[in-house]
């Protein structure tokens, strides 16, 4: 048996990078993966390269309209949301200084807020079914200080606080809520930096930048039963940096 069976998970921002390849290891462990995304021509791509038990819906995660419209979609053609990943996110290098409001809101709608809309959003369906496991993919950035990129350091601090209030506000209800942060992983996130991927390399103990896979296997655990009593905590993908 696989470790996701009949389960239905919706993933945010599943169209690139590291959501794609948690729906894509998702649908390996048999579960039926809804990728949410505002990128419509990568999402599309994405589902017609992982096949089967995969579907597209365009969300903008920082829509209220948006996720009711989306909970109500996948209810009536599955019949259920029993995982929530939000992985959905945007990065920029900027210091407090050159961070400007229109940048800040940005930020801290997609990273934050599309968070909250999220959780809340789903939150009825998986109290109703008295079971469930969000993921919110924070960042080690959430953990300690990032001086050069502040909106999205007070972004993941956040998650890391909403993921905990949540999680003691669902677990009456069988409704598990963890955060996850990554450190350097392979992604388009990447190129916000000007240092190489070498250098970037360099900082990390176990010297090497991480692959998306290596987060989604962590991500895989959180939402499957062989996690059923983890809630409430942060795990931590980085390498050893932060230690």
């Known amino acids: 048996m696989n470790r996701l069976d009949g389960k ?16 894509e290891l998702f649908v390996k462990a048999g ?14 791509a994405t589902v017609e390269r992982i096949g089967e038990n995969c579907e597209f819906v365009e969300l903008d995660v920082a829509s209220e309209q948006g996720w009711a419209q989306l909970v ?25 200084q050159d961070t400007t409001l229109e940048v800040w809101n940005q930020i801290i709608a997609i990273n934050q807020t599309g968070v909250f809309l999220g959780m809340r959003a789903v939150a009825p369906v998986m109290k109703k ?19 050069r990129a502040h909106a999205y350091s007070a972004s993941k601090w956040a998650v890391r606080g ?11 209800h069988g409704v598990r809520v963890n955060s ?5 992983i392979e992604t388009s996130m990447l190129d916000e930096f000007d240092d190489s991927r070498e250098e970037l390399a360099s900082r990390v103990p176990l010297g090497r ?12 655990f959180l939402a499957s039963e062989d996690s059923s009593y983890c809630s409430g905590h942060e795990y931590v993908v980085d390498g050893a940096m932060k230690s």
């Not at 579960?31 to 599309?44: N, S």
């Not at 008295?130 to 001086?147: E, F, K, P, Q």
Request: glycine fraction near 12%; hydrophobic fraction near 50%; charge should be negative.
């Open 8 to 23: 239905v998970a919706v993933v945010t921002g599943g169209a690139s990078g590291q959501g794609a390849a948690e729906a």
């Open 209 to 220: 930048i991480a692959e998306a896979d290596d987060v989604a296997k962590l991500v895989l």
């Open 162 to 172: 909403m993921t905990r209030s949540a999680a003691v506000e669902l677990a009456p």
């Open 129 to 147: 079914n008295a079971t469930g496991s969000i993921v919110n993919i924070s960042s080690i950035a959430g953990l300690v200080s990032a001086a």
């Open 31 to 44: 579960a039926h993966v809804v990728i949410a995304d505002i990128d419509t021509t990568g999402g599309i």
């Open 72 to 96: 109500d979609h996948v209810i009536k053609r599955n019949g259920s949301i029993d995982i929530l990943i939000n992985n959905a996110g945007v990065f920029r290098v900027l210091g407090m």
């Open 180 to 184: 996850v942060h990554p450190g350097y």
